[in-house]
């Protein structure tokens, strides 16, 4: 893995070697959309408008959507509280999609699962693995809106291999 800081979106359409990667949640609303609604999923919503529609049709089709309630939810989201249609699929690539999708939270309106990136991480770790000549970019998971600290996560993503490079938008100091 490589660490690369600066505007991940600028690697949209540099190629097919290049795959850009957005940081998801598994929650799919009633008329059958991917919920992205902040941070770089958004980004990547607006960028690709069909995204929302096409990410959770494909995701419906080689997942098993479950009932869900959300028990992590962050200051606000308490209006959220009810059962909802969400999928577990931890890293999804088609090459039908403009995007792989990296999840991160259940929910949207949950704090990001440390539990959840690591098995995340798993698959695209073997995806990575996979397919040498792909070059996959990630924006740093979870520590946006997921809620989570850098500290948190950064154990969770050394075991993945230096054909991911791994964003963050500027550096920290010290």
Not at 25 to 31: D, F, L
Request: hydrophobic residues 40%; aromatic residues 12%; positive net charge.
């Amino acid at each position: 893995m490589r660490y690369v800081f600066g505007d991940m979106f600028s690697m949209v359409n540099r190629g097919s070697n290049n795959i850009l990667c957005v940081t998801t949640n598994g929650t799919i609303t009633k008329s059958n959309q991917l919920v992205m609604g902040r941070g770089n999923a958004l980004q990547a919503a607006r960028l690709f408008p069909s995204l929302k529609t096409k990410a959770a049709l494909m995701l419906l089709k080689h997942f098993k959507p479950q009932t869900y309630i959300p028990v992590n939810l962050m200051p606000g989201k308490e209006k959220f509280k009810k059962p909802w249609k969400t999928i577990i699929y931890g890293f999804f690539y088609s090459e039908n999609l403009p995007v792989a999708l990296f999840q991160v939270k259940k929910h949207f309106g949950e704090y990001a699962d440390p539990g959840l990136i690591n098995f995340s991480t798993g698959m695209l770790k073997a995806y990575a693995f996979k397919t040498p000549t792909k070059i996959i970019h990630l924006p740093f998971p979870g520590i946006g809106f997921g809620g989570l600290s850098v500290e948190a996560v950064e154990p969770l993503l050394r075991v993945l291999p230096d054909n991911v490079c791994v964003w963050r938008r500027r550096k920290s100091v010290g």
